[in-house]
Each structure stands twice: as structure tokens, then as C-alpha cells.
């Protein structure tokens, strides 16, 4: 990291997808989208008690419902996810926008 900015990760990189609430999946970069980092996304066998604020966050967004994407986005924030990689040389990764859509994944930060 120079001058205190992360290095954008490389395809192939791999994140357990961590909240204060546990360990919500496993997270693989399959490519990049700027500012999108476009992900597989496989859940942990906690997902269920996250499923249903990542669903809400994808329906109201698919719906262009502003007021009610700005309540999802920021439920999902509250969550206070990090993205931790499994190889000990990646980086910790703390998105600001991420969703979750079945397999798929995109996140920014």
C-alpha cells in the first residue's frame, strides 16, 4: 500500500465476508466493473439470518425506489462488514456498498 491507498485486489482473491453478527459467506473476485468488484459468493451456514436485508437491498434497487434503498443500503452498513481474506498476504477490505444477489456479489470501497 502506497501513500496509505489499498491496491486494488486481483482477480482470484478470496474474503471471508465477516459482520459483527458473524460469518455471513466467502466472498471470490471473478473480475472487475469500476468502480464494481464483481464477485462469486458462497453463503455460510448463517446466511439465513442475513438473506432477507440483502434481498430487501436488491429488490428495492431493482424497483428504483429511492427512500427505500437509502433504509436497505443503510441496514446493510449496520451490519459493519469486512471483507478478511483467507491468504494471510491480501488486504481487509471494508466495503461501502456491497450486495448480494444468489451466487453473485459486487461490492465498492
Known amino acids: 500500500m502506497a ?4 491496491l486494488a485486489p486481483e482477480a482470484g482473491a478470496v474474503w471471508l465476508l ?7 459467506g466467502t466472498i ?3 473480475g472487475i466493473d469500476q468502480p464494481s468488484f464483481k464477485c462469486r459468493f458462497v453463503p455460510s ?4 439470518d442475513f438473506s ?9 434497487v431493482d424497483q428504483g425506489i429511492a427512500e427505500e434503498a437509502g433504509a436497505a443500503l443503510k441496514a446493510v452498513q449496520e451490519l459493519e462488514l469486512i471483507l ?3 491468504e494471510s498476504a491480501g488486504q481487509t477490505i471494508r466495503p ?3 450486495q448480494i444477489r444468489g451466487d453473485r456479489a459486487s461490492f465498492r470501497f
Open 96 to 98: 461501502s456498498i456491497i
Open 45 to 48: 451456514p448463517a446466511w439465513a
Open 3 to 6: 501513500n496509505n491507498i489499498p
Open 52 to 60: 432477507d436485508l440483502f434481498e430487501k437491498q436488491a429488490r428495492v
Open 28 to 30: 471470490e473476485l471473478v
Open 84 to 86: 478478511v481474506p483467507v
Open 18 to 24: 465477516k459482520s459483527v453478527r458473524g460469518i455471513v
